[in-house]
């Protein structure tokens, strides 16, 4: 009997043990909280590419890059936790602007924008400190980003996903003229190749990808919404040409 209460004894702790590392696991995430602000509202957002740098989306063997990308939305209030832009690259009617393994390509967001959180996290053991990003789709019938290679053949698909690791918030400027720059690492992105060329990028027809990845820095600056537009959904905010851009305003991340 005192054999068996010890062996019960054991597998007590042994089981005590365990759940302090998991309960340890989930604390493992520290969480900063920050907030966007602007002086004015409503407010368009509106990023473009940083001279010197460029939108590199990594896809199997292949990098697609574009010369051009304007990111935008517009905003309620003067202090919120969520951004979302919407993204367009290059041309969204012809190959221009855009190229990824020797060919160019179109890009499609279908209704997807980028949705930026305020707050950041840390891991314990790293000085490793982002914000978490999120690609949010509210289309009905196209729910994705595509991107197409006519000259080839194949058309990548990108659903709606939390990628990995996210942005970094740097403040830039003074008084109206306040931005903020935005360094994006997205890691672990999910999608499809579909075309029987998908190997020409290192892909196979039909079969999902899990470890594309997206960088590039961009700054975001704030201009008062003089045609502000209420319509769309409570992450995805009007489209472009629903903005109308008035006097350029301050825009900043705080700590509470």
Not at 9 to 38: D, K, R, Y
Not at 213 to 238: L, M, P, R, S, V
């Amino acid at each position: 009997m005192k054999g068996k209460l010890k062996g019960l004894g054991l597998a007590l702790a042994a089981i005590f043990a365990m759940s302090a590392l998991v309960a340890q696991g989930a604390q493992a995430v520290e969480t900063t909280e920050h907030t966007f602000n602007s002086e004015v509202e409503p407010t368009v957002f509106t990023g473009g590419l940083d001279p010197g740098f460029q939108d590199k989306l990594t896809i199997g063997s292949a990098t697609f890059t574009c010369t051009s990308a304007v990111f935008e939305s517009t905003a309620v209030g003067q202090a919120f936790d969520l951004v979302t832009l919407t993204p367009t690259w290059g041309s969204t009617t012809k190959p221009s602007g855009c190229s990824g393994a020797g060919q160019e390509f179109i890009y499609h967001t279908n209704h997807c924008a980028f949705v930026y959180e305020s707050d950041t996290v840390l891991t314990p053991g790293t000085e490793d400190e982002h914000a978490p990003v999120e690609i949010e789709c509210s289309g009905t019938e196209e729910n994705e980003i595509t991107i197409t290679i006519p000259s080839i053949g194949v058309t990548i698909h990108i659903p709606a996903q939390k990628p990995a690791d996210g942005v970094v918030y740097t403040n830039i400027g003074a008084g109206s003229t306040r931005e903020i720059t935005v360094h994006k690492t997205l890691k672990s992105i999910k999608g499809t190749c579909k075309g029987v060329n998908c190997f020409l990028i290192g892909l196979s027809n039909g079969k999902e990808f899990t470890t594309a990845t997206y960088e590039g820095t961009n700054t975001i600056a704030g201009f008062k919404d003089e045609g502000f537009n209420t319509t769309g959904t409570a992450k995805t905010t009007t489209t472009s040409e629903d903005l109308k851009h008035g006097a350029q305003v301050g825009v900043f991340m705080t700590t509470p």
